[in-house]
């Protein structure tokens, strides 16, 4: 029974085949599921995925090693120029050492005195001259001030230049003397800016006028006491000006100069601006192809008045942004670059007769405090110069914080008969379009000869009665205008530079004038004047016009002065302007070093990074006899200033790592 009962549970049950089949139906179902085929697809592009995310983990990788690897070569040739630099500056010590042992018997030739630079010669520049001008300054500063002269480039456009028949040599170079400044103020004038008849014309940031008090003055001038008409006015006065013009004149300064004693009405000249007043000055104190010494950056007009009118030069004492040394500010003057530039003239046979001194400084802003005045009215009655103190801005300081010092205001000064200070209504007054510049001077020799040449430049009988009356209104001027004009002042350039600093610009924080001087260098594709003057026309094309560096004869390519003067919706609309072409400028430089990440080690690129020390090109001297020690210290000065190895080799860190040389060294230094 137990075996019939096993073979029973053996024996198929019935419908169990059929089942069977069924469920092995549902099996072939189930393969065929489209979740399946999208499992399948999800899968691969999962794999796909990671394979490229491997692929791009390579190439960052690779990325990496490019990058460290540039770093390295940076390095690398960062060591090399170090070294470099080092040696040129040892080759420099041995030679100076080979000089201070040799004997003073053997006289060294003279040098020739060059002749001096005549119209002729200057026209034959031009005429040699190709393609467009304002090339590296650093050699241009390299070369002598015979071979330099007047740096016609900065001046004149050579390609264009075609010489007329019908003008003398004097007269060609006048014809075609003309620089950025020149071109964008007629570009100005073209397609100027209105508000309504021409919103989309040029605003003009780059002449220094205050258009901030039309209101003021329009009303003052315009007053019963202006009309006045007599017969005196309409003939022709004595030529320095009418002597009550003269004795307001003197008033008016010794109030607002606070001189010591009242000034003389005799020692009062009137001309019809400052610029004339350079012309003449340089006329009656310099002979043809002498020279005036001043320091860069400058309003540059003064180059057009002294050359064009008296064929004389000027030599320049050059300031940079470094603070290094007795240079406790940005383009700080000091009696030591004065020397310098003084003894390098003297050096090549160029005479030098004056120096001129701007107090308000163009375009800086700065203001010389009355211990720097003195030391440099020292500086020029040590060497028996001519000192010309342009004070045109001294009415312009808009701060309470800074204080204006005038030289008429001194004590004493050093060397009474060879001073003599300008001043203007132009710019304090807001009246650029009113000739008028006034010279008070003690040397009657000095004053006669520029009266003499009053007659070309006179001012007419009505605008000196209207200048006097002006002059002589005190408390409108105390309590009205210039309370005005000052706070006017304080608010447009708190404005522009409030916009400089959002667009994380740097600049010069002055408080005087009408201008800011601003770095623009990080906006250079490369450190040259050519990249400086395609931003200033960059500038223009957007309808803003801007002074570059160059028409100052800045060291430093890439800086710019702002004339903030202006009404608030011209500084808006400008600013937007500005910071247009800013971004734009900022973008494609960013592109530029995506796509050629190695640039940065070029020469001539502007680099403020440190990334590459600048080492200054110049011309080594062969041999000891070849060189004298002036030659060999004035190279040294230039190698110290081109690198900060000196402030990165410091004497107690060397005395650290090498003591035994450190003490040779002491010793023979010792001896000397």
Known sequence: MANSSRIQNVVPRPGFSALHRLRKKRKGQRVKDPLDDLLLKTLTSQRAMEERFLQMEERRFQRDLDVEERRMQLEQRRFELEREHEFRMFNVFAQMLSILKQ?????????????????SQALSEIAGMGGGGGGDLQELRARPLTERRVDMHGFCNPGDFQRSPYLSARGNIANVFRGSTEEGYKAYH?????????PNGIINFGTSENKLCFDLMSKRLTQTDMNLMEPPLLQYPDWKGHMFLREEVARFLTYYCKAPAPLKAENVIVLNGCGSLFSALATVLCDPGEAVLIATPFYGGITQSVFLYGNVKLVYAYLDSKITGTSTRPFQLTVEKLEKALQDARAEGVTVRALILLNPQNPLGDIYSLSELRDYLEFAKRHELHVIVDEIYMLSVFDESATFHSVLGMDRLPDPQRTHVMWGISKDFAVSGIRFGTLYTENQDVANAVGSLCYFHGVCGPVQHKVAQLLRDRDWINQVYL???HARLKAAHTYVTDELKTLGV???????????WIDFRKYLRTGTFEEEMLLWRRFLDNKVLLSCGKAFECSEPGWFRIIFADKTHRLQLGMQRIRKVLEEREQEILAEEKEQPCQSDQDGKADSTDEVIF???????????SSNLGDLIGLLQQQMRSSDWLQKNTAEQFAQEKPEIYDVFSKLVGKQ
């Open 103 to 119: 004997s003073h018997s053997g006289s060294s030739s003279s040098l020739a005195m060059p002749r001096g630079l005549d119209f």
């Open 483 to 485: 309370r005005a004009n």
């Open 615 to 625: 080492v200054s090109r110049h011309q080594e001297p062969t041999c000891a006899g």
């Open 190 to 198: 073209a397609d100027k800016y209105d508000e309504d008849k021409n």
């Open 506 to 516: 740097p600049f010069l924080n002055r408080n005087a004038g009408f201008f800011v």
